[in-house]
């Protein structure tokens, strides 16, 4: 039987916790994709856990918890920009991620969004062409002395005008 995803909103309380699966998780499953140094200033952005709680907080970010225990968080910028979907690696690959990012689509649907923008690392793209996001663009972000690739990928949306018949 599939193991039972459940979500709620992020609380205040939340962001040292999130601050650290955010670490574990790009630590784990992006050295695949990323050099060393690369991977440490991408886990370095959730350092600043003021600067991290804020970001957190100003955006409509959802947690995924696996018997009571937080598996991951994604969090929705404005209507229309799936800005972070993180899983912690003990919980990989058991569709934390894929009920994150539904949750996420819904949410955007709700906020009237036609389509569902991410800027994709790497080590995602798998996953994001899996749930049919398109690629856009190639993009570089500078994060101190490193330079790291990603994608813009973005996802056309139902609408509820082509859901009413
Ligand atoms: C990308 C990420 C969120 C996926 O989370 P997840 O919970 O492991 O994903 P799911 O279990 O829901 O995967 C669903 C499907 O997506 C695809 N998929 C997931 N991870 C994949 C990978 N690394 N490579 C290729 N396909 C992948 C598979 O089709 C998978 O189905 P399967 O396991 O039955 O084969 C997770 O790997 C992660 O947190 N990565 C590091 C941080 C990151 O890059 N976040 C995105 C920033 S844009």
Redesign the pocket.
Known sequence: MAEKIALRPALPADAPALAALFRA??EA??QEDYGEAQVAAWAARADDQAAFARKLAGELTIVALIGGEIA?FASLKGADCLD????HPA???????????AAMEKLAGARKAATLT????D??????A??KYAPQKRNMVFLGDEVLG?TTMTKKLATANENTP
């Open positions: 998780s790009v499953l992006a991951g972070m979907v993180y899983v919980f990989a690959r058991r569709g934390v991620g894929t009920v994150l990012c991410a800027d994709v690392s080590c995602a793209q798998g996953f994001f899996a749930r990603n």
